[in-house]
């Protein structure tokens, strides 16, 4: 898109007002959108976007500018006008860019731009199709979003780092809305990764749109939750919504140092039970959050934030790890050229243990099993959350009971990571786009099966004694 001699000319004007580093970043996206509502295709939206963000540090101070002019006047105007927000000590700099090879890579192999719009139009309906038949009757409305981008970036700096990389996300949703009488409920599931449209060789459309419409349909007699304190089993296949929001978002360094997270200053602290470790992996093959290069340009690598209980690491962008006296771990994320970045997350998760899920339950006399979470809502600084509970059982003496809906989990993180006493050998993934400062990026979460000693949990109906419906594992 932009040559290197250019980008040296451009770089060398950013800081010819001084500041301690420039960078680049230079961008081409191509994506597709789909959306189908009331089996009919509402939305078919293509579109490129290109443009480059430029950013001067000088201290603690960011200049930033973006344009979509890429050319040589439109970069050195841009470069110029980040020069003159970051006024130090005059700086003659000699940039040879040096292009750095990415310690992972990533193989796509049905590209999007490769696949037709009426494929991928084929592959919505059939979604549609699939949910509705599941019950013609109760399932009254289905919503199927499809999407894919290609990205294409370029990054370099003054350091002399230079980085090319592509990445393609492709993603499936379906919302369905059952409704017998008065009662409605609406079940949901998604689909996605860093790949092309093999994604759904995997996860085929059709048996996405079932698991949403059951979702939905088995909700409809489901009783109401109980509500007080008890045991909960959170299951794999819940993903991992509650690291994310109640554990993640709080071993960002940017909250950490601004004391807006309950992890601040707990480094080498115990912050958890001793059989909670967690990760945020970028290197995983085909996860929706990974991704070879960061937006800064620095090389992709797996972090273990907490290890045995105990807070070893935050996930750092530059500008963060120069304050804290150290270098960036790759997590400097931004959501497009219009952006800059900011520490956010990849693939977090809670390493998996040795217990076999199917024990976890059978050694839970009473409580709630979580098959799936819904929204929540989390204060960093306190690490209290609320999260609703989308697919939930009661567990009797060890046996999975009949669902309930209406439930909401309410606790402290911290607390609740120091709960937790048994944790499951299997894993399983969510994806998602989390916001941040007013920016979006691809993210997935993952838990392996976890017992919580106690949490509470809301809802209308009482504790009862066993229903005779009793599913054995």
């Known amino acids: 898109m932009v040559d290197k001699q250019l980008l040296k000319e451009v770089l060398a004007e950013a800081l010819a007002g001084g500041g301690d580093f420039a960078d680049i970043f230079i961008e081409e996206k191509r994506n597709t959108a789909i959306g189908c509502e009331a089996g009919k295709i509402e939305r078919v939206h293509t579109g490129v976007d290109i443009g480059a963000g430029l950013r001067v540090l000088l201290g603690d101070v960011t200049a930033y500018a973006h344009t979509n002019d890429l050319s040589r006047n439109g970069l050195l105007e841009a470069a110029g006008i980040v020069a003159r927000a970051a006024r130090g000590g005059k700086k003659d700099i000699n940039l040879d860019l040096q292009l750095i090879k990415p310690v992972v890579d990533f193989k796509f192999r049905d590209r999007p731009g490769d696949i037709s719009t009426e494929r991928k139009v084929s592959l919505v309906e059939a979604a549609d199709r699939a949910a509705r038949v599941l019950d013609k009757d109760r399932v009254k409305q289905v919503i199927v979003g499809y999407g894919d981008v290609t990205q294409n970036v370029i990054i370099a700096n003054s350091k002399g780092d230079y980085v090319e990389d592509e990445r393609i996300h492709t993603r499936l949703l379906v919302q369905a809305v059952a409704a017998s009488g008065s009662t409605i409920q609406t079940g949901y599931e998604a689909v996605g990764g860093l790949c092309g449209f093999e994604l759904f060789e995997k996860f085929p459309a059709e048996a996405v749109a079932a698991a949403a419409a059951r979702r939905a349909v088995e909700m409809l007699a489901a009783r109401p939750a109980p509500a007080g304190k008890m045991p909960v089993v959170m299951a794999g296949e819940a993903g991992g919504t ?106 977090t998760y809670i390493a998996p243990g040795k217990t076999d899920p199917v024990k976890i339950i059978r050694e839970t006399r009473e409580g709630l099993l979580v098959k799936k979470m819904g929204g929540g809502q989390v204060n960093t600084t306190t690490g209290d959350f609320v999260f609703d509970v989308a697919e939930g059982y009661l567990i009797k003496d060890g046996e999975i009971g009949p669902m309930v809906r209406g439930a909401t989990l309410t606790g402290n993180g911290p607390e609740v990571l120091r709960m937790v006493d048994l944790v499951g050998s299997d894993l399983g993934f969510t994806i998602g786009t989390c916001g941040k400062d007013g920016q979006g990026v691809p993210v997935s979460d993952a838990q392996p099966t976890i017992s919580i000693k106690q949490l509470i949990v809301g809802g209308t109906g009482r504790q009862e004694g066993p229903d005779p419906k009793i599913r054995r594992l």
Request: proline share 3%; net charge neutral; charged share 30%.
């Open 242 to 347: 509650m690291v994310h929001e109640a554990c993640g978002h709080g071993l960002e360094a940017d909250l950490a140092q601004k004391g807006l997270s309950v992890y601040a200053g707990k480094k080498g602290q115990v912050v958890a039970s001793e059989e909670i470790s967690v990760v945020d992996d970028v290197t995983m093959d085909g996860r929706y959050g990974s991704y070879r290069f960061d937006d800064e340009g620095v090389t992709a690598r797996p972090v273990e934030l907490i290890k045995k209980g105990v807070l070893s690491d935050f996930l750092y962008d530059r500008l963060t790890a120069v304050k804290d006296g150290r270098e960036s771990n790759g997590h400097g994320r931004r959501q497009s050229f219009r952006y800059k970045p900011v520490p956010r997350m990849g693939n």
